[in-house]
């Protein structure tokens, strides 16, 4: 028997956002410690297997810089004096400056801000109760994923698609706008399944030659931003030589003679001068989807990230389309299953207590919202009050500058619930410590996959750190609320409401089951019945403004951006920053792969992993500047400028730099972090943010003059 068997071991989740929401396995050594943390081998999913950064969790709980008492701001905001306080005396002053601010401007003054640190439903939604109990600004969550649901949800018309599982069945898998090496490795366990039972091709479409693409029998680095354009011309090449399936598109698409005809001039030719492919690249991989029925495209965030993103899912997604690759098992596109769960959370989130009427603000838009933009504003009040949990707006929000000048200013109180002194703790009046996704219950959905998964708490947290429920609960009960539908219940007693009012048992019978299947039918997750919209068609003619979505922003905010130049057809829109003579350089932030987001990078291993900041560029274009391997470069823009390391790296195209992790602000030697760099404009037409898509400028270190 191996030492993992003679342990202890609990079941859980992994909470972060990450479309695996991995089932895990946990060595729980006493009743407040854990060792390894493993993926469930029982899990069809995860199937045993999860990335290193979650294996090491132990690094995190039992960090010795946890956050373990409240703490007030006692000096400076951002000098980093504080005073410990009691649970009471913070949660009072909480909610004393919650009510002078709503003296003074009315309740909208108020804005909880929240997001995805974690992915469990009690813990990250109930915020929600509290908001719309007390009329405190609504929230519209659009850093994630507006601009690929979008772009899906157009075509497919429902957030689904076919079992993830089934990659595992296709003789060609093709990971789209995705290093799921490095952000969903359980992707990696169904495609590289297929290349050994059934010898399948692995194709791989990123802006660089990434960890996933290391992995991939054909890698096809693009210019940032240009998918739509490749996805064009290989839609053009199906059609031209005889592989699109007419019957298919006849019976399933809204007009495939218009999009033939669109696509006429959208050739390998035109596609490689936009996306610096050779036509003899898009050419091989067309005739491979072509020629292979059972290619599983499987379409990542990195569509997000573009302002074009919405046009360029739209495009990707088309292709199985073409190839009526959606017939077959191990075929078909794939981006979410989130809209197959349909949970009812409407007592855990107020629903019945919320007001129309009350303004909503845009997530992504935090530095305009707490600088005073009046069309960031939507007519109300300033924000000068904000509760923060499970997220980072100062190190991971764009337009830096402008969050950072906002968290300053005098007139802002703000409270962090945290684990860490993150960035943004650091720039709070009250820091509140927060218990991590072992130290409290909750349940999650996998977004990636398909199931329900309880996260029951397995250890006692260290004394101080509450779970987020306590602290919604608490204030609650300090504000004048608690006698609400809602409050007054415990995390267990949510998710037996949750699973209850969906048929599927309580928080005791899903402890006993570990999680829950919920993929649809062969026939629902391949659309064979239809497809989600009315006529039950796959639309290559997408309605850009009058489409549903679980993301679009509420009417009292409208549609964003130049909604007019959306395409009516799958097409490359230049709504991206292109490079400019001012600014030659196109830089992508993408992920690092032993961060996620801004968490892990507090860990000592994920640290010396990922070693400092820098800035990947090739090395014809680092000669071009006189830059060594490894020196000082300054990256700039009109938002600002730092400075990072060169590091040579020819896996990536000519004018192209990545930059991959948010690093903490702290790491950067001027303290400023990398979204200094990113933009806040919401792109059309439900907004989001384009981390991945900026026009910059580089500087060799003599002009630093230093």
């Known amino acids: 028997m191996n030492q993992h068997a003679k342990l202890r071991i609990g079941h859980s989740a992994c909470p972060h956002d990450c479309p695996s929401t991995c089932a895990l396995e946990v060595e729980l050594l006493d009743s407040n410690r854990i060792g390894r943390v493993y993926g469930a081998k029982a899990n069809s999913y995860t199937a045993g297997v999860i990335c290193a950064k979650v294996a090491r969790y132990a690094d995190r709980v039992h960090h010795p810089d946890r956050l373990l008492k409240p703490l007030v701001r006692a000096g400076a905001k951002g000098e980093g004096i504080w005073k410990e306080s009691s649970w009471e005396a913070a949660l009072d002053l909480v909610a004393e400056k919650f009510i002078k601010a709503e003296e003074t401007y009315g309740s909208e003054t108020v804005w909880p801000y929240y997001y995805a640190g974690t992915m469990g439903l009690v813990q990250r939604d109930g915020i929600h ?53 490095v952000t969903q490795v359980n992707v990696m366990t169904h495609a590289i399944k297929a290349r050994k039972e059934r010898k399948a091709k692995i194709v791989v479409i990123d802006v660089y030659e990434n960890a996933t693409m290391k992995q991939a029998d054909l890698g096809l680095v693009l210019k940032p931003g240009t998918d739509g354009a490749l996805a064009c011309a290989v839609m053009h090449v199906l059609f031209r030589d005889g592989f699109a399936d007419h019957a298919y598109l006849d019976k399933y ?30 050419e091989t991989f067309a005739h491979l989807v072509g020629t292979t029925k059972k290619t599983y495209f499987r379409l990542g965030y990195g569509f997000s990230r573009q302002r074009n993103g919405s046009v360029n899912m739209h495009a990707a997604a088309s292709i199985a389309a073409v190839t009526g690759a959606w017939q077959y098992e191990g075929g078909g596109a794939f981006h979410s299953n989130s809209g197959i769960f349909k949970l009812n959370q409407d007592l855990l989130e107020g629903t019945a207590l919320r007001d129309p009427n009350v303004r909503h603000l845009d997530h992504s838009r935090i530095g305009p919202v707490l600088t005073g933009a009046a069309d960031a504003l939507y007519g109300g009040p300033p924000v000068t009050a904000l509760l923060i949990q499970n997220t980072n707006p100062v190190n991971v929000a764009p337009e830096q500058r402008l969050v950072k000048q906002g968290f300053l200013r005098d007139d802002l109180f703000t409270c962090v619930h945290e684990q860490f002194m993150t960035d943004t703790a650091r720039l709070a009046d009250v820091v509140l410590p927060a218990t991590m996704f072992l130290e409290h219950d909750d349940i999650y959905k996998g977004g990636g996959n398909q199931h329900i998964t309880l996260g029951p708490k397995l250890i006692d947290p260290p004394e101080g750190p509450r779970a987020n429920h306590f602290v919604i609960e608490e204030l609650a009960k300090r504000l ?80 964003f951006g130049p909604v007019e130049q959306l395409p009516e057809f799958p097409d490359h829109v230049e709504l991206i920053e292109v490079a400019d003579e001012a600014h030659p350089f196109r830089l992508t932030t993408s992920p690092a792969r032993n961060f996620l987001n801004s968490t892990f990078a507090e860990t000592p291993v994920s640290k010396e992993k990922e070693g400092r900041p820098v800035l990947l560029l090739h090395p014809d274009d680092a000669a071009e500047l006189g830059l060594a391997d490894g020196s000082r470069v300054e990256v700039g823009n009109q938002r600002g400028e730092l400075v990072l390391h060169a590091k040579f790296f020819d896996g990536i195209q000519r004018g192209v730099v990545i930059a991959e992790g948010i690093w903490p602000n702290s790491a950067h030697e001027r303290g400023e972090g990398i979204n200094v760099l990113t933009g806040a404009d919401a792109p059309a037409p439900y907004g989001g943010a384009a981390l991945h898509d900026n026009k910059v400028w580089l500087r060799k270190p003599q002009e630093l003059g230093v």
């Open 480 to 559: 004048g609320v608690s006698d609400r539908p809602g409050f007054g219940l415990t995390e267990k007693e949510h998710i037996d409401i949750i699973l209850g009012k969906r048929g599927l048992g309580s928080f005791d019978s899903l402890g006993e089951q570990k999680w829950i299947d919920m993929q649809p039918d062969f026939e629902a997750a391949h659309f064979i019945d239809g497809f989600g919209h009315p006529d039950g068609k796959f639309r290559f003619r997408p309605d850009w403004s009058g489409q549903a979505a679980p993301n679009r922003p509420p009417r009292s905010m409208g549609l």
């Open 129 to 181: 109760r509290l908001r719309h109990a007390k009329k405190y600004s609504g929230f519209f969550g659009s850093i994630c994923t507006n601009l690929a649901w979008t772009g899906w949800m157009v075509g497919a018309g429902a957030l689904r698609g076919p079992d993830p599982r089934e990659m595992a069945k296709s003789d060609c898998v093709v990971i789209w706008g995705t290093n799921a090496v």
């Open 253 to 282: 698409t809204d007009d495939p003679r218009g999009l033939e005809e669109h696509l006429r001039t959208r050739t390998p030719d035109w596609a490689a001068a936009i996306t610096g492919l050779c036509v003899a690249e898009i």
